[in-house]
């Protein structure tokens, strides 16, 4: 069995496995689409609130305004019914008065209520955006949490194989290796392949008989026709390369 190729099978192997482990890396939940829809959420919490707050100013003004016209209008009754005046026109002039007055006071009061409906209708918005803001909030921080622990796991055996990977990659020669990397950055990150039949395990064509003597021969760098990827040639009995 040849002794570079087998390590370069083995280099085959590990990266394999360190592309397997950075892909489950980059799988991990890291908690990007909770955070799209915590900031939006955020944003109508706010809306929600400057809109109560607006609510609120808008019906002290109200109480304000209510005051304002209660007072003149009892300045009006106050007039009207003091006995101190007695021309007809001017009575009917400040009954008109009263009159306009309390409509203005039912205007105002109709309008209080409304904004006390809206107000409540706000405050219970906001509670239930509030509650629904704070439950996705502990999801995230628990993704956040699961994603650190398991991307630390994952990181620590990418760092172990790399270790692994580089000192399998001393022992062959950077010609074979060189041409290695080239074969697998073109082919679906495979470079190298164990043959067990008489197909390519790569490409699953049929081998040349011929080619198939050579590697049971023992020789080295030979390749598939088809697709260019490096075959490897292990003997029953041998065991898997070191």
């Known amino acids: 069995m040849n002794e570079e190729l087998a390590n370069l099978y083995r280099v085959q192997e590990l990266d394999t496995e ?16 909770l955070e799209q829809q915590i900031a939006p959420l955020r944003s109508e919490i706010a809306d929600l609130r400057q809109r109560q707050e607006a609510a609120e100013n808008e ?47 039912r205007r105002v009061e109709d309008r209080m209520l409304e904004m006390m409906e809206m107000m409540e209708s706000q405050r219970e918005q906001i509670a239930a955006q509030e509650t629904r803001l704070g439950e996705l909030e502990q999801q995230l921080e628990l993704a956040r949490a699961r994603h650190e622990e398991a991307g630390g796991r994952l990181r620590a055996d ?5 270790v692994s990977r580089e000192e399998t990659a001393q022992r062959v020669s950077p ?45 080295s760098g030979l390749a598939c026709e088809n697709c260019a990827r490096l075959l490897f040639w292990q003997a029953p009995g041998q065991g898997e390369a070191p």
């Open 18 to 33: 360190i592309a397997r482990r950075q892909q489950a890396l980059a799988a991990l939940d890291s908690g990007a689409e």
């Open 59 to 105: 019906n002290l003004n109200l109480e304000l305004e209510l005051r304002t016209v209660q007072q003149k209008r009892d300045g009006f009754q106050t007039r009207l019914y003091s006995g101190r005046v007695s021309n007809p026109r001017q009575l009917s002039d400040l009954q008109q008065e009263v009159d306009m007055l309390g409509r203005e006071i």
């Open 158 to 162: 990418i760092s172990e194989l790399e």
């Open 175 to 219: 010609v074979v290796l060189r041409r290695y990397e080239q074969i697998r950055a073109r082919s679906a990150n495979t470079g190298v392949v164990k043959v067990i039949g008489g197909d390519c395990p790569g490409c699953h064509i049929a081998l040349p008989s011929e080619t198939l003597k050579h590697l049971k021969a023992g020789r």
